[in-house]
């Protein structure tokens, strides 16, 4: 189960952190990222995390902005968002995946949260 809190409203230029706290800790979590759906758009990867060794992929439009980093001990995910944008505003949902496949940002999750909210202005 993946539970996401930290969305808010904010304003141009603001920061916030996503968590995603993952009830289960197992090998279904191989590959963990954050997705994101704006009003009107297709749901976008933002940022993927391959948990084996930490090695992180990024959509262009934040990579260098946005952070995707675990908590091991307490089965934590983040994405901590310095410098939002209105076009940042969208449902950010945290998801994860079985080993095998890509863990890039277009990697094909199995396991979703329900989303938290941003809405930058």
């Known amino acids: 189960q993946l539970v996401e809190s930290g969305g808010k409203s904010v304003q141009t230029g603001g920061s916030l952190r996503l968590s995603c706290e993952v009830s289960d800790s197992s090998d279904s979590n191989y590959c963990m990222g954050w997705l994101r759906q704006g009003p009107g758009k297709e749901r976008e990867g933002v940022a993927t995390?391959?948990?084996?060794?930490?090695?992180?992929y990024y959509t262009p439009s934040v990579k260098g902005r946005f952070t995707i980093s675990e908590d091991k001990d307490n089965n934590i995910l983040y994405l901590q968002m310095p410098g939002l944008v209105p076009e940042d505003t969208g449902l950010y949902y945290c998801?994860?995946?079985?080993?095998?496949?890509?863990?890039?940002?277009?990697?094909?999750?199995?396991?979703w949260g329900q989303g938290t909210q941003v809405t930058v202005s």
């Open positions: 998801a994860a995946k079985p080993y095998g496949g890509s863990c890039r940002v277009d990697a094909e999750f199995t396991d």
């Open positions: 995390i391959f948990t084996p060794d930490g090695h992180t």
